[in-house]
Each structure stands twice: as C-alpha cells, then as structure tokens.
C-alpha cells in the first residue's frame, strides 16, 4: 500500500511539473504518465488543493508586493498582503483577508498540532472559508473567555471553534470563563483550578495562534461592542493611553501593557505568552485596525500577518 501511494504521489508531482512549468498539455501528460487525460486532470486538481500548486495573481497595478516586502523588513514577520480595489469597502476586505487566512491555516496546521483560537467578528469570517482537511490527534483551543454580564458567550465563541475543529476533524477545548474577571484576585483563584489548568494546558502546546486585533475606534470591534466592558473601563483603558487589544488583552501604541488595570482581570495571553507559540497569525483588515495593529507588532506578538492592500498601506505610512 506504501509503495502505491508513493507511486500516486511521484504523479501528482509529474503532473503538475509538466503542465505548470513545462506548459505541457493535458494529453501529453497521460501519455507520458500512461493514464488518461481525465486522470491527468484529477491529479492536478489533487496538486492544487494540497498546497503542491499555488497559483497567485498578482495585477500589474496593485502594491501588495511592494508592501508586503516593506512590512517584513521592518517588522521582521512574514507578511501577506491581499490586494483589494481602492473602493473596497470594509466588509470587502474583510472578506477578501479572511480567504487568505483560512487557506494559510489550512496549510499550515496538521495532525498532532494545537490551534489556538482567539474569538472575534475577523476571525469568525475566517472560520467560514475553511475547507476540510482531516487530521490525527489535533485540537483545537480557544484562548481567551467570552462571558460577560449579558451572556455566556458560549454561543458565539463555541460556534467559531467548532467550525474549526469540524474542518480539521480536531477535538474542541472550550474555555468557559469570562472575558474579563470582576477582581484579579478572582482570576488568579480560577487558574489554581483543575478545569481550568486544563485547558491551560493545552493553550500552551499551541503551535499556531489565529486572532486579530481589536479597535476602540471607528467599527468598535466585538470585545467593545458587546457589552464585556463597562463605561467605567472604557474610560479607564482611555486614560491608560489604550488604543486596541490583542487576545483582550490591551496595548498601548508602544505595545506596553503590564501596567494597564483591566488586563490584571483579563483572560487572554498577554504577548509574552503569545511569544511562546511559534507561529502567530493576525488577520487584519480595515483602518481603524492600524494603531491597535502597530501596538501588537511593537509587542512582538506577531509572526505571521494577513492584511489588505488598503490598510497595509495606511500601516506602511505611518497614518
């Protein structure tokens, strides 16, 4: 059996060889496979959906390039930057970021890996271009609560972890405490308990972090908006000098947050412990995104960057 799917793969790789690079044509390749054009056809489409093949393209007007190069150099991440036309509206590129990403997780988590999962609007649309990819003893881990005063939360981070975990055919590790404590002391009481130490567990096994950054202005994003802060932490996160999150857990636009009260009472890994994962990807798209973007790229909690042509370019001009 090994050496028969030794045989398919060699193939593949023929296959797409031949037609991609040496702009053979489909009949030539099953002659010289000695197989059927239709067989041909089924390795290539094989080839392209298991990351064998990529195909990019890349209009003669857009500025991705450029733009992701600039941003690697001066970040020292690998970035990705999606082109979108200079009309696009936010959902647009949204959308158009959020493909990206689900095909970046896709090709990047495996069998025997933990994703962790950091829940919000950017990266519930991300959930929803996911294709399957069956793994082996994978999991699937949600890294920050979602309770607040007016729900559970289960409903909306489950179903975003579980989109996850249904595509890799991976076991979902809930974490069912609030987005942000009452009192510190009572955060800290919580992560002595067995059921929670647990999923603790498994968030520090995580090999890729998927999550965004949350805005305070413009669109607020979903932690501002849903009712998991009150106005009294509003104005405190304002005085702090607060200008987004990441994982909710808040940054300042030099990235420092240790001194910031409500993360004393947060959930989420601060980006020393996201800095222990080795790839972190941030999904990122809309201007209001650009300060609470800079913020997480001056705390080191970025690897991994998708980002749209629009935004990337306000990032790369400092505005």
């Not at 195909?55 to 990705?80: D, F, K, N, S, V």
Request: proline share 4%; glycine share 8%; with cysteine.
């Amino acid at each position: 059996m090994e050496g028969v799917t030794d045989a398919r793969e060699r193939d593949l790789v023929m296959a797409a060889t031949m037609y991609y690079l040496q702009d053979m044509t489909m009949e030539t390749i099953a002659r010289h496979l000695r197989t059927s054009r239709s067989t041909v056809s089924r390795l290539l489409k094989r080839a392209r959906e298991t990351g064998v093949v990529e195909i990019t393209l890349r209009p003669a007007h857009t500025r991705a390039p450029g733009l992701g190069r600039q941003l690697a150099l001066a970040h020292g991440i690998e970035a990705y930057v999606v082109p979108v036309p200079d009309g696009a509206d936010d959902d647009e590129r949204l959308d158009q970021v959020a493909r990206t990403s689900a095909r970046l997780v896709s090709r990047w988590f495996d069998s025997d890996m933990v994703l962790g999962i950091a829940w919000g609007t950017t990266v519930a649309a991300v959930s929803g271009y996911l294709t399957a990819k069956p793994t082996r003893g994978a999991a699937v881990v949600q890294l920050n609560g979602a309770a607040n005063t007016r729900t559970s939360g289960v409903a909306y981070a489950g179903e975003i972890l579980d989109r996850f975990a249904s595509a890799f055919e991976a076991h979902p590790h809930y974490f069912p405490v609030p987005a942000f404590f009452d009192y510190a002391a009572t955060r800290d009481a919580m992560w002595r308990e067995r059921s929670v130490r647990r999923v603790l567990d498994v968030q520090a096994r995580t090999d890729v972090a998927l999550f965004s950054v949350g805005a305070l202005t413009g669109l607020p994003s979903h932690v501002y908006s849903a009712g998991y802060l009150d106005p009294g932490d509003i104005a405190a996160l304002d005085e702090d000098g607060v200008v987004g999150d990441v994982c909710t857990v808040f940054l300042r636009r030099d990235g420092t947050h240790r001194d910031i009260g409500v993360n004393a009472r947060a959930t989420g890994p601060t980006p020393e412990q996201l800095a222990r994962y080795p790839r972190r990807l941030c999904v990122v798209a809309g201007d209001n995104k650009v300060a609470p973007l800079r913020a997480a790229l001056a705390a080191g909690a970025v690897t991994d960057l998708v980002i749209d042509e629009l935004t990337a370019s306000r990032l790369v001009r400092g505005t």
